[in-house]
């Protein structure tokens, strides 16, 4: 029998550590984490576990932890799981490291961190992911995926080999033809991570009020008009196409729970990782997600204020952080476009 496959993760963090922990099983799993993070693998091990009721524990000496990049050295597929800021200082550190044509996948949100990976990675084949659910971490070694679907990944013949440790630890791999187009339609669901941080609710609870619901469809009408004039097409990952989402978002309570269930199925506890970092103190991923539309409007000689005003709220509550009510946020952005 064949060895199972050696797989790094990255920066592991949220999703580094759920997905190495549901892989751990099936492949030789190392994990490359900041010394905060491997001290707490170390003290409590890895539980894992899904809104569907899986839950598996892993023993602190059965984690193979490291804080150096070195460790990365004999993977055989590299999952870069670091948020957007810190994906030139990863490459970085992987052009140092990495034995030549390792394959690497980026796991990360946002349009341009797989791109920037392939710039300081030649000869590796760096192929873009999605991950479309959330995870929480409720306790200290203890992460839950917290809303349901597939990872999604480029088709790439250098995979083939991982494809079945995937499978067998629960995380099927969706091979998609253009992931630009995925990170796109990922883009314009994720510009409700601002609202959700800045609301200070649990993501259902935002979910399901209309007037919440009435600021993210403004601010992905915005963005797909933006998309549109840009030539960009995002993929359809939802039940329903990326441009009929403000729609149903604007319909009353009622009907909207009856029409989007699926929407609401996240575990009541989640938050978006905007929430999570600024409960930490840390620097978001806003440039990079509403940021985008910002800047590609610019480009495009076009202007795309409704997110800008998100982006510079995100940048305040960075520095003192305010819950705001839902109408006096949709005042404000129907106000600023
Ligand atoms: N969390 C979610 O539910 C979710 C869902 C879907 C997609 N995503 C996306 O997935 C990506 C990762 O998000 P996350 O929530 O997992 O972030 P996270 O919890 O902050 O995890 C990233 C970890 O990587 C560490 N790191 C950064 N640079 C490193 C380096 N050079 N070497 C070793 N460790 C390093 C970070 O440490 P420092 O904090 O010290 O930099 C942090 O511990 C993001 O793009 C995010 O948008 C997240």
Redesign the pocket.
Known sequence: MSKPPRIAI???????NYLGGRLHAHARVRF???PR?AATLKEHGLTVSDLHGHQQHIAPDALDVYTN?EAVRDAGLVLV????A?TM??AH?LSNVLAPGTPVIS????VRNAAELRASLPGHDVLTGM?P???TQPRPGHFHQGSSGDLMVERATALESFLSAFAASGLSLQRHDDMQAVLWAKLLLNLNNPLNALSGLPLRDELAQRSWRRCLALLQREGLRVLKAAGIRPAQLTALPARWLPSVLDLPDALFQRLAARMLAIDPLARS?TW?DLQMG?RT?VDYINGEIVELATSKGLGAPANAHVVSLIREAERSYVHWHAEALLEALRKAS
């Open positions: 990255f920066g592991a963090g949220m999703i580094g490359i984490a900041r993070v990049p799981t670091v948020k957007s810190a200082e990863a550190e796991f990360q949100n946002g991950v659910f959330n995870v990782s999570e840390r991923e």
